[in-house]
């Protein structure tokens, strides 16, 4: 089976600042692990996708993921947070495309991102 | 391009009614998924289906149904509606089955009363 734990339910930075959000998964095979933002009444725009290429992946609008197998982690960054990063934040994990059973994505209970003036 | 259309985008419905939501993919995407996301669960899989038929199911009642046509729209059927149903249906397309990178829709935001 495959699961995700996003550490934070709530973070708050201020503008400016770094924006840091955990996620922790479970797998018993190579993942593909993405990150997905979701603005207030709006669909899930993805922001970037490890594939088991480089570990440290760049999205876009500045964020960036590293990948740590040891660490089973895939923590989402950005140097600087902006007024309109606000927004809800899913790691997702999902399974080898071939593998039917487990490349449905599965999603983390999410972390709202506040960015404050 | 265009993205992913869903339609309608709001829908007000009563229990016990059943409901249509139509999904049209990515030109070229063969793949669409649908997933529901309420408040208590989060975001959950309900469904894949890549060249008309059901690839890949998640663990969903049989009141939630789908189909796609040969040009790669998608239905989602629900039947027999209950108040826990109210939720955003949203749906995602990809080129390939189980593709990496699926984009998704607006969402279809359903409320039963």
């Known amino acids: 089976a495959q699961s995700v734990t996003q550490l934070d339910s709530h973070v708050s930075v201020s503008e400016g600042t770094p924006v840091l959000l955990r996620c922790n998964y479970s797998s018993s095979y190579s993942p593909s692990l993405f990150w997905y933002v979701q603005h207030p009444n709006k669909g899930l725009q993805l922001l970037l996708k490890y594939t088991s290429a480089a570990t440290l992946v760049k999205g876009i609008n500045g964020f960036e993921a590293e990948f740590k197998k040891s660490e089973t982690s895939f923590h989402l960054t950005k140097p600087s947070a902006h007024m309109s990063d606000a927004a809800e934040y899913f790691c997702?994990?999902?399974?080898?495309?071939?593998?039917?059973?487990?490349?449905?994505?599965?999603f983390g209970s999410g972390t709202r991102l506040q960015v404050q003036p | 391009k265009a993205g992913v259309t869903q339609t309608p985008r709001y829908l007000i419905k009563t229990r016990g009614q059943q409901v249509t939501l139509s999904c049209s993919p990515i030109s070229g995407h063969r793949s669409v998924s649908w997933y529901q996301q309420t408040p208590g669960q989060g975001l959950q899989f309900l469904f894949e289906y890549f060249s008309e038929t059901q690839r890949n199911k998640g663990n969903f009642p049989g009141r939630f149904s789908g189909r796609q046509f040969s040009n790669s729209r998608s239905e989602m059927n629900v039947s027999t509606l209950e108040l826990g149903d109210s939720a955003l249906y949203l749906c995602?397309?990809?080129?390939?089955?189980?593709?990496?990178?699926?984009?998704f829709g607006s969402g279809t935001r359903l409320t039963v009363v």
């Open positions: 997702v994990v999902s399974g080898p495309p071939e593998d039917t059973g487990r490349r449905a994505l599965t």
């Open positions: 995602a397309s990809s080129y390939l089955q189980g593709g990496i990178g699926y984009t």
